[in-house]
């Protein structure tokens, strides 16, 4: 089946410093990704969706010029976290559609997901 | 906000027993249905999806019920395994005007007691 990457799976930073996930799909194209964080024991909720070739969607009270998301190809999407701060520790998870089932229908699949630890 | 929400934040059941978890989504536009399991520290995996045209479907062990009328979502898994203890997430896709993303419950952790 697909698969969808994330590196790093785990990253320690120190405040005040950037950390850029990746997520990539790794068997399929995809035109839009979608960033999800997940504080412990919540559910996931939705940050962004990323665009390929154009810039990202975020969603209400999500800083973009914190959370830059670069979609630079069909298989990539990046998440950067700048300037951490240790309120930004969380569990952050992508997820992707495969270009060819549509755009609002047929499974999404989910990276593995990076958790971030800011110190 | 959040439009779906969980009934039973915890669930615990007998290994070979029947668990039901359920689920009641806001948004009667939603037109695509799934349920999710997230294992400690990995990102959700796939369990089973239902469209809103259906209101049954059923898997391997797994069957998912849904009900328009009162917006109601309900994963039923037999005969449970401790390896089928995780949170279960419902997820609802928003429908026409959405790129795709989906809208997550709160979620229900589901433990087996062996």
């Known amino acids: 089946g697909a698969v969808v990457s994330q590196h790093p799976s785990r990253v320690i930073c120190k405040s005040g410093t950037s950390v850029k996930i990746e997520c990539r799909s790794l068997d399929f194209q995809a035109t839009t990704m979608f960033w999800y964080r997940q504080f412990p024991k919540k559910s996931l909720m939705l940050m962004a969706t990323s665009n390929e070739g154009s810039k990202a969607t975020y969603e209400q009270g999500v800083e973009k010029d914190k959370f830059l998301i670069n979609h630079a190809s069909l298989t990539l999407s990046t998440l950067t976290v700048t300037s951490a701060h240790p309120e930004d520790s969380s569990f952050y998870i992508c997820?992707?559609?495969?270009?060819?089932?549509?755009?609002?229908?047929?499974?999404?699949?989910f990276g593995e997901g990076s958790r971030l630890t800011v110190l | 906000g959040e439009s779906v929400g969980l009934h039973l934040p915890t669930l615990s059941v007998q290994e070979g027993d029947n668990s039901i978890i359920n689920c009641a989504y806001s948004n009667s536009a939603s037109d695509y249905f799934i349920w999710y399991k997230q294992e400690s520290g990995k990102g959700p995996q796939f369990i089973i999806d239902?469209?809103?045209?259906?209101d049954k479907r059923q898997g391997q062990r797994v069957t998912v019920l849904l009900n328009k009328t009162v917006k109601h979502l309900s994963l039923q898994i037999a005969a449970t395994q401790p390896g089928d203890s995780a949170v279960y997430f419902c997820?609802?896709?928003?429908?026409?005007?959405?790129?795709?993303?989906?809208?997550f419950g709160k979620g229900t952790k589901l433990s087996v007691k062996p």
């Open positions: 997820a609802e896709n928003p429908g026409e005007g959405s790129q795709g993303n989906l809208i």
């Open positions: 239902i469209r809103s045209n259906m």
């Open positions: 997820s992707a559609r495969d270009l060819g089932q549509g755009a609002s229908t047929g499974e999404l699949f």
